[in-house]
């Protein structure tokens, strides 16, 4: 075994290591993402998160879309005060 292929193993190596730390730190994203935005549901974004991690990315984007989304927020356009005015008025 010569030089270059102990080189050539070494940058196997850490490349299976980059990769294995990439895939956790991409598991733990939406996890980390619903636990930052105090998200009522975190707990189960994070199982998502590994599951979808776990089984090839199938649930990944739909746990870190769901991590986003907050539930009874206000849609866009909606005024806090519109149910006030009726019922004043």
Do not use: S
Request: net charge negative; hydrophobic share 60%.
């Amino acid at each position: 075994m010569n030089g270059l292929e102990i080189f050539a193993w070494i940058v196997l190596a850490v490349l299976l290591i980059a990769g294995v730390v990439i895939w956790f730190v991409l598991a733990m994203l939406p996890g980390r993402v619903a636990r930052a935005r105090n998200h009522p549901q975190a707990d189960a974004i994070n199982v998502a998160g590994w599951l979808g991690a776990l089984f090839g990315g199938v649930f990944w984007p739909l746990a870190l879309i769901w991590a986003f989304y907050k539930p009874g927020a206000q849609q866009a356009g909606d005024r806090p005060d519109a149910a006030g005015e009726a019922e004043a008025g």
